[in-house]
């Protein structure tokens, strides 16, 4: 895949072969930085509607329980919803970037193993690409485990895995003369 194919990839394609081509991640690394963020912030967004939907009903939830509170919130709702998403938001943001840069961190350490010539910046997006069968299953479990610390370590483990697996498709170490 050349530069000009990786640009006029859809986000539709990327999605597709991401789930089911280790060969294409390795290949993704070519993918533009543009094309890249707008993959990224799209599951960013879906992470942060599902956390601000939970935010909602957990705020009618609790209110219920006070009744002054109720209508402190009734006031307030035009300033506390917009805050929360945009929170929630960045935290999502944070959060995602700080795990895709420590899984490509991880890689980074072990293409070497491999006999792998791999730069960060490659694998950066190569483990933003990997990270989608985790994010499915995280966006899936989220309403139901939250907080499952067993569902947090098996989308990582998951996620390696994809990308050890592209990893093969990496350029070999130059051999020293």
Same mark, same amino acid.
């Given at each position: 895949?050349?530069?000009?194919?990786?640009?006029?990839?859809?986000?539709?394609?990327?999605?597709?072969?991401?789930?089911?081509?280790?060969?294409?991640?390795?290949?993704?690394?070519? &993918?533009?930085?543009?094309?890249?963020?707008?993959?990224?912030?799209?599951?960013?967004?879906?992470?942060?509607?599902?956390?601000?939907?939970?935010?909602?009903?957990?705020?009618? %939830?609790?209110?219920?329980?006070?009744?002054?509170?109720?209508?402190?919130?009734? %006031?307030?709702?035009?300033?506390?919803?917009?805050?929360?998403?945009?929170?929630?938001? &960045?935290?999502?943001?944070?959060?995602?970037?700080?795990?895709?840069?420590?899984?490509?961190?991880?890689?980074?350490? &072990?293409?070497?193993?491999?006999?792998?010539?791999? %730069?960060?910046?490659?694998?950066?997006?190569?483990?933003?690409?990997?990270?989608?069968?985790?994010?499915?299953?995280?966006?899936?479990?989220?309403?139901?485990?939250?907080?499952?610390?067993? &569902?947090?370590?098996?989308?990582?483990?998951?996620?390696?895995?994809?990308?050890?697996?592209?990893?093969?498709?990496?350029?070999?170490?130059?051999?020293?003369?």
């Amino acid at each position: 895949m050349n530069r000009k194919e990786a640009c006029l990839m859809s986000l539709v394609t990327l999605f597709k072969s991401s789930l089911l081509s280790a060969k294409k991640l390795a290949a993704f690394r070519l &993918v533009p930085m543009g094309k890249t963020m707008q993959y990224i912030f799209l599951f960013i967004l879906l992470f942060s509607l599902l956390a601000f939907s939970q935010f909602v009903l957990g705020i009618g %939830e609790t209110t219920k329980q006070f009744d002054g509170l109720v209508d402190y919130f009734n %006031e307030i709702s035009w300033l506390l919803y917009p805050f929360a998403f945009v929170l929630l938001f &960045v935290v999502q943001t944070l959060l995602i970037f700080a795990r895709i840069s420590i899984l490509s961190g991880i890689a980074l350490l &072990v293409a070497p193993l491999l006999k792998r010539r791999a %730069e960060y910046r490659f694998l950066w997006r190569t483990t933003l690409f990997a990270n989608t069968w985790s994010f499915l299953l995280l966006l899936a479990a989220y309403p139901f485990l939250p907080e499952n610390l067993y &569902v947090q370590w098996f989308s990582y483990a998951l996620t390696l895995g994809f990308v050890f697996a592209a990893l093969k498709y990496y350029p070999k170490l130059a051999k020293k003369a």
